[in-house]
């Protein structure tokens, strides 16, 4: 025989109790509650737990959901019945477990005590408790996201979930922060300037903020070997740790630009600081501007990816500058490593060509490409920083424009919205990238003999 204790409408126990019976609930009086706890599993890994309760239950029998739970027995606390539920109806015991809501439900006198419980238990350690629930899966956010929405729902558990599930979704989208703004005449104006840009970008909600090319000067390239050897600054310059230890404070991702030291001639490169100020990336541009001002810098070696934990999830981040986009080979050997998202400093003018170029890298590959430029104003400049959002179509509108943000010409801190999980879900079900690729017929593209194919010189108009 099981008791409830029965609650005023404050949430304080009464003193009376209740016999559970098949719909004993409605013969509960007005005014009365039962208490009854959900709890919603979360592995360790981020995946959540979904059990299909018992044909037998009264209350939505059949039905997938995504908690344990149950009614609260005479004299236990919210939390203590959660986990008597959890361990009963699983065989989990939850490592934390977090209030995320208190909710009353009048037809069927209910309040509703609802926990996140966090486990770290083999996932296939799960046991089923015999009359109430017949089976159990692990679905990432994705998975989850998909459940909440779909028919197959308990929409009052969604309802009592509504925060998390918003978190989540929110979750699967980054906010990229454009540093279009002109420079100052010399490094410590730029370092001034990039640092009040930064907290703007913060306050703008952004997860991750990116520089045009070379911020450190401006990309003002002399063509003095000591002048420009003077504007050079170390990846450990005083400079450099500044946007470092901003990253930290701010608890934002700064992707920043700079001339750097090198022998024989200086690099044009970026650091990655994550948002506790760690270095993940040190990239120097490949493909440099060798028919014009920067011949006087030595090129990159590599192309490279890492993991950003952004703060609400985790992206596969890589680079290209500029005039890297204008070679299949950057994106393509990006992507081959596994990049979601290539994030691009620039200096030069963004018009339709050069446009369409970041809108093929993003289609051909099925990744994101976020360009920042100088804004009109600046030598050879125009603004029109961009985020191609590599989702050239989807099921519900077909195809589409995978331009969700261009910026106008004018100087400002622009903020986009990359949408990942969309992407993701376009990268599993299409057929670009890596697919249907023939890397054995491709030898040409990298022998070193073939060159001057297409003779001449540049010619500045």
């Not at 005590?113 to 770290?120: G, I, N, P, Q």
Request: glycine content about 8%; overall charge negative.
């Amino acid at each position: 025989m099981e008791i409830w204790d029965l609650y005023d409408k404050e949430g304080r126990r009464t003193g009376q109790t209740w016999e559970r019976s098949f719909d004993g609930y409605k013969q509960i009086p007005d005014g009365y509650y039962h208490m009854v706890v959900d709890i919603l599993v979360q592995h360790v890994d981020g995946s959540f737990l979904l059990t299909k309760r018992d044909t037998s239950k009264d209350v939505y029998p059949g039905y997938w959901e995504a908690s344990a739970g149950g009614s609260a027995i005479k004299g236990e606390e919210p939390e203590e019945a959660a986990k008597r539920e959890l361990f009963e109806e699983t065989g989990l015991t939850a490592i934390s477990m977090k209030l995320v809501s208190r909710t009353f439900r009048d037809p069927s006198h209910s309040m509703f005590y609802s926990f996140l419980a966090t486990v770290d238990a083999d996932k296939d350690s799960v046991v089923l408790q015999e009359g109430e629930t017949v089976d159990y899966k692990w679905v990432d956010d994705r998975g989850f996201i998909d459940y909440v929405e779909s028919d197959l729902a308990i929409k009052t558990h969604n309802d009592r979930y509504k925060d998390v599930i918003e978190r989540i979704k929110a979750g699967m989208k980054i906010k990229i922060a454009y540093i279009q703004l002109l420079p100052g005449k010399d490094i410590v104006e730029n370092l001034e300037i990039g640092k009040k840009a930064c907290v703007e970008a913060k306050e703008a909600g952004a997860d991750i903020v990116l520089f045009p090319e070379m911020w450190s000067d401006g990309y003002y390239l002399p063509q003095d070997e000591d002048e420009l050897r003077n504007l050079s600054i170390s990846k450990d310059s005083g400079f450099i740790n500044e946007f470092r230890e901003l990253a930290a404070k701010l608890q934002i991702a700064v992707c920043i630009t700079f001339l750097e030291t090198n022998e024989p001639r200086p690099l044009n490169s970026v650091v990655f600081f994550d948002r506790y100020g760690k270095e993940i990336l040190h990239y120097s541009k490949v493909h440099t501007c060798a028919f014009d001002d920067e011949a006087v810098l030595s090129e990159g070696d590599d192309f490279y990816v890492t993991d950003l934990d952004y703060g609400k999830g985790t992206v596969k981040v890589g680079a290209m500058i500029c005039f890297d986009r204008e070679f299949p080979e950057s994106a393509r050997i990006l992507m081959l490593k596994g990049v979601e998202l290539i994030l691009a400093p620039n200096a030069c003018p963004m018009e339709i060509n050069r446009l369409s170029v970041l809108r093929t890298r993003a289609y051909e590959n099925m990744v994101a490409v976020a360009t920042c430029n100088y804004p009109k104003g600046h030598p050879d400049c125009n603004g029109h920083s961009t985020l191609f959002d590599g989702v050239p179509w989807n099921k519900e509108t077909g195809s589409r424009d995978m331009c969700v943000f261009e910026a106008p010409g004018t100087p400002g801190v622009y903020v986009a919205q990359l949408d990942l999980d969309e992407l993701r879900t376009h990268r599993s079900g299409d057929i670009m990238g890596d697919k249907y690729r023939h890397p054995n017929k491709y030898a040409i593209l990298s022998d070193p003999e073939v060159r001057d194919v297409i003779g001449g010189e540049f010619v500045h108009w």
